[in-house]
């Protein structure tokens, strides 16, 4: 679904927005991937996967604010990605970036903060321990969509548990049993929303 | 070990060498890694890699001709850079590739190199299966590192099964076992210098 937004003070007033369409997407809506271009997050989370051939999801990340995302960063077959939240992308094409070193330079910073969340995953991914993994993918969760609040750190996105399996390479009762035990240590807990919070 | 290079004709003819010194490194020499600035391959293969808190070394990527790899682009502790061939660098100061569109494309075209083999190797990792996992690899590798030759493609850096192992998530003895089916089954073959040909 593609709308022009010029409705909301908040996003008019942004300066970033230079008069760009802003394309909305509905939570859990698949966004289109094609190869002249490039999406920029606006507002919202998106989750990047991919398909393995055996059916697999396999996650390879997150798009948060400001983030790049589209089929130029990839090589993999059947990448996709989905929204988390309601979304507002912007569409950038590949030659206003290139001529341009503000843009340049912007895609660069962003796409070196998805290559250390990419790595920061492949590094946990490379943990033996399904406890230790899911630890280290909390702590990652908390730096990348943490918002500080009194008891701790909550993620601004709700992730199912099917989801954190993914990310940690195991199955969805691991996750849903050793969060339980993490809630029973109270290092987490989940707010009236069902988002985690994180405890100091 | 420092030098600057100028006996050798082929690298003083190089016109992208800009008269900037090269840093020769033996192989299984640790690279060592500031926060000032950025290494650039120049000849020969980097392996990156972390060593978790539990000891375990958690293979992250490599990093061959043209490639750029430093602490600019990761968050991760205990990062480390290791020599698996002789290889030769050059060395940039982050202030001189901002200021500059030319270095700043070519830096952007780099890391979403990185990026893409990051992200390859985390698609890897979320596979059920190891021998499904080490075929997946074998393929990134050929990509990544392989030079044609008649019998199919000839892997220029002689991994280690232990490298192969902590690619994959698995153990040595897993990896000679594996390679011995590929290479029963004629998918694989070694030349006289152990190098890995990967058959058509």
């Known amino acids: 679904m593609i709308l022009t937004y010029n409705t909301t003070q908040t996003l008019v007033k942004d300066d970033s927005l230079e008069g760009r369409r802003l394309h909305f997407y509905d939570k859990n809506e698949q966004i289109p991937l094609v ?7 606006y507002r919202g ?9 055996s059916g697999e999801e396999i996650l390879l990340g997150w798009a948060q604010q400001n983030a790049f995302f589209g089929l130029w960063f990839t090589h993999l077959d059947s990448y996709q990605a989905k929204a988390l939240s ?5 569409w950038y094409s590949k030659s206003e970036i290139e001529s341009s070193l503000q843009l340049t330079q912007t895609v660069l910073h962003q796409v070196m903060g998805r290559m250390r969340q990419t790595e920061a995953l492949l590094a946990i991914a490379g943990l033996k321990r ?9 702590k990652l969760l908390k730096q990348e ?3 500080s609040i009194h008891e701790g750190t909550r993620l601004n996105v709700r992730l199912t548990h099917q989801n954190i399996a ?4 195991t199955t ?4 849903t049993r050793l969060l339980g035990d993490f809630q029973k240590q109270g ?14």
Chains 1, 2 share one sequence.
């Open 130 to 138: 399904v406890e230790e993994r899911l630890q280290q993918l909390l």
């Open 172 to 175: 969805r009762v691991t996750v």
């Open 35 to 41: 190869n002249e271009g490039i999406w920029q997050v």
């Open 45 to 53: 989370t998106i989750q990047l996967s991919q398909l393995s051939a």
């Open 86 to 90: 309601e979304v507002y992308l912007k």
């Open 166 to 169: 993914n990310a940690i390479s």
């Open 145 to 147: 969509m943490g918002q």
């Open 187 to 200: 290092l987490i807990s989940l707010d009236s929303d069902r988002h985690l919070i994180i405890h100091h």
